[in-house]
């Protein structure tokens, strides 16, 4: 079975993809609620569900993603085949949508639409292979507008309104190949072992200590003023116990938002300004992760390139290698003469480096525990190229008596 894990990290490469195939994010809002969380419909990770609550509506994404407020309540459907209706969370599964289902091996009326819902959506994936995620259409949504279906039926195969939509669903060619109800027992065996790999990444997160991940920018960042430049700023929680909040601090603006997700931020003056983003979980842990954001005034960047230029770095007071005593003090400046604004930017260095940074982002001092051989890196990526350039220095760290006259 295709991991659920696999899902959660590619999703924000795919959005796109699957936004023209019907699996983009849901909703249309503008701004994104401070207290705004994510779930998954998990049968597999299901894209292309229609799911609503009080504040939120939209199509599941790749992973299965929907938006959602604390406390509200999300209804799952397909076109005019409602799945049934939960308290919103973390992960919700097909046994979330009917109140007192416990066992799908158990036969009692309470379970048997679980099983049925299950087998529905299974028979309803875009490939017909489950096991790499269930897709829905949007052909299969727009389909799916002229049936009801009653899913407590103990005879669900033989009931007459799923005969006529398996029937009319083949005679329209919606799919590539005939479709029927997937086996009962298929469909319960692909549950359980979704339900076994969703009790796995709960009980591993139930054990990892919290954390807070700046997922954009990835690096420091520096602007050039007046060029209208912005940058979006995203970060993630991972670890303690759910549900998160969330806090970022811009500059001296303590709160600047609450969002886990501010989206785009510009900047009218020049300065440096640290971004710290500080998540707080339901146990009042907190953790917190650092970037810095640095505006200069265009006349000191120079001319700005054109945008087909690759970037390009360099130092400008170093060479290929530099000699120093053990203990002595090495400053090192970087000099962007290249690319395209805004930049991003980090400096690479052995654990027995002792890094220094300076105010000036494109400055930094460091310090050897150890004689040896130490290479720095600085290295800058663009932002319409996503051109990136990389200029190193060897630094040799010797004893001080290597460096003392001959007496």
């Known amino acids: 079975m295709r991991s659920i894990r696999v899902f959660q990290i590619i999703a924000a490469y795919c959005v796109l993809v699957f936004a023209l195939a019907g699996c983009g994010g849901g909703g249309g809002a503008i701004s994104t609620p401070a207290d705004v ?30 938006n959602f407020q604390p406390g509200e309540t999300v209804t799952f459907s397909i076109g005019n085949v409602v799945l049934g209706s939960t308290q919103a969370k973390r992960f919700v599964t097909p046994i979330d949508l009917v109140p007192g289902a416990t066992d799908l091996r158990d036969p009692s009326a309470e379970n048997i ?76 065996i692909h549950f359980e072992e979704t339900l076994i790999e969703i009790e796995g990444i709960l009980a591993e997160e139930a054990n990892q200590p919290l954390l807070a991940i700046i997922e954009k920018p990835k690096w420091n960042v520096l602007l050039i003023l007046g060029l209208g430049q912005s940058i979006h700023l995203e970060g993630k929680a991972t670890g303690g116990t759910p549900p998160y909040s969330y806090a970022w601090n811009v500059g001296d603006e303590t709160n600047f938002s609450l969002a886990e ?29 650092y970037g810095l954001v640095t505006v200069i005034d265009g006349e000191e960047y120079g001319p700005i390139p054109s945008k087909d230029e690759h970037a390009e770095a360099r130092f400008v007071n170093a060479g290929n290698v530099i000699r120093v005593p053990l203990h002595q003090e090495v400053r090192l400046k970087a000099e962007i003469i290249r690319g395209n604004p805004p930049f991003h930017y980090f400096w690479s260095y052995p654990e027995a480096a002792i890094f220094s ?13 150890s004689t040896g051989r130490y290479l720095i890196s600085f290295t800058v990526v663009d932002s319409w190229n996503q051109d990136d350039w990389t200029c190193s220095v060897m630094v040799i760290v010797e004893s001080p008596s290597a460096n003392a006259p001959e007496g």
Do not use: H
Request: aromatic letters at 12%; one cysteine or more; charged letters at 25%.
């Open 37 to 66: 969380q994510e779930g998954s419909f998990i049968d597999s990770p299901v894209c292309g569900l229609q799911y609503e609550t009080l504040r939120w509506s939209g199509i599941t994404t790749q992973d299965g993603t929907f």
């Open 113 to 188: 639409p679980v099983v049925n819902i299950c087998r529905f959506l299974q028979s309803l994936d875009e490939d017909n292979d489950p096991e790499n995620g269930i897709t829905i259409t949007p052909e299969t949504r727009d389909f799916l507008q002229g049936f009801s279906v009653n899913f407590t039926d103990p005879e669900f195969e033989q009931n007459p309104e799923v005969q006529r939509l398996f029937e009319e669903l083949n005679l329209q060619c919606i799919f590539e190949e005939e479709r029927f109800l997937v086996p009962e027992e298929s469909a319960i």
């Open 261 to 289: 997700d501010p989206d785009l931020i510009s900047f009218y003056n020049t300065g440096n300004f640290p971004v710290v983003f500080t998540v707080t979980d339901a146990d009042n842990a907190t953790a917190s992760d």
């Open 357 to 369: 940074p300076s105010t000036n982002p494109l400055e930094a001092f460091f310090r050897f525990r």
